[in-house]
């Protein structure tokens, strides 16, 4: 072994009897440390996250000591996929104004929500989510999942959302220009419940980024390793996934490394 490394014998012998060092037992430490939190984490954590929760548990340490410890463990954050939805308008009728303007960090919860819509491959066929994002928390508060793209699915989140905040008159909720969101159903909703429409600017995805943002990870951190049989089984991944996970515990950082449920309680309520 020595001769194909081209180590000395006295050399191998030296580093065999060399103690370990202070320094090495706390990077062997932090090491396991490290694998728990990104296993917890459902192996999607990356290098912020990990060095958030190191912290919070009371361990000092700098990022960049963190990322050479991933390195030697071979961890990594999963990265968001560059896809995003699509709805397509077809009439000009029941186009709104763009109101939100990209102001997507209100004060307050039930102030401003965006609203989308994406699909999902199932063997099955596709299916279809859509949702409503509280701007202030990033909070999934609205979803609706359908085999079809219609305004049923789209106004199913947002009543859902609605029942669930009951938000004051005048909420601003922001789509983009789909005919599922310019829909007569859709707008007499809005209006009978005193809710401001806002919408993108045609073609403009980044008018809507943060919907199109949480779709991106949803996709990224859902992702099966083959497609979903069932649109029953993707139903229960989705569902899991908003409720259980990226709601209640799923560190978010805009929310400073809080999770949105976590950010609304340490914030007034409206």
């Known amino acids: ?25 706390k990077d062997a430490a932090l090491r396991l440390q490290i694998l728990s939190i990104h296993k917890d984490s459902r192996r999607i954590y990356g290098c912020p996250r990990i060095h958030f929760e190191l ?3 009371g361990v000092r340490i700098s990022r960049n000591r963190v990322a050479r410890l991933m390195r030697m463990e071979a961890i990594k954050g999963k990265k968001r996929s560059q896809s995003r939805a699509k709805t ?10 763009n109101i939100l303007n ?7 919860p039930n102030r401003a929500w965006v609203a989308d819509i994406t699909n999902l491959p199932t063997k099955e066929g596709w299916l279809y989510l859509a949702t409503v994002i509280d701007l202030f928390s990033r909070r999934v508060v609205g979803w609706a999942m359908s085999k079809y793209i219609d305004a049923e ?3 199913a989140a947002l009543q859902m959302a609605v029942k669930a905040r009951r938000p004051d008159v005048g909420l601003l909720v922001h789509t983009d220009r789909g005919s599922q969101y310019s829909s007569r159903e859709h707008r007499a909703y809005i209006a009978a419940n005193g809710i401001v429409a806002s919408m993108s600017r045609k073609g403009n995805c980044w008018d809507n980024a943060v919907a199109e943002s949480f ?3 949803l996709k990224v951190e859902t992702k099966p390793k083959h497609v979903w049989a069932t649109r029953s089984e993707a139903r229960s991944m989705i569902f899991e996934y908003i409720e259980v996970w990226y709601n209640r515990k799923r560190r978010h950082s805009s929310n400073q490394y809080l999770s949105p449920a976590e950010f609304e309680a340490t914030r007034p309520v409206a």
């Open 215 to 217: 779709f991106s990870t």
């Open 55 to 57: 912290h919070k548990s």
């Open 1 to 25: 072994m020595c001769r194909v490394l081209e180590v000395s014998k006295a050399g191998y012998y030296k580093w065999r009897g060399r103690k370990e060092t202070a320094h090495s037992k």
């Open 88 to 97: 397509i308008s077809t009439l000009s009728e029941g186009i709104a104004d």
């Open 102 to 108: 990209r102001r997507f960090n209100p004060s307050l």
């Open 153 to 155: 699915l789209v106004l």
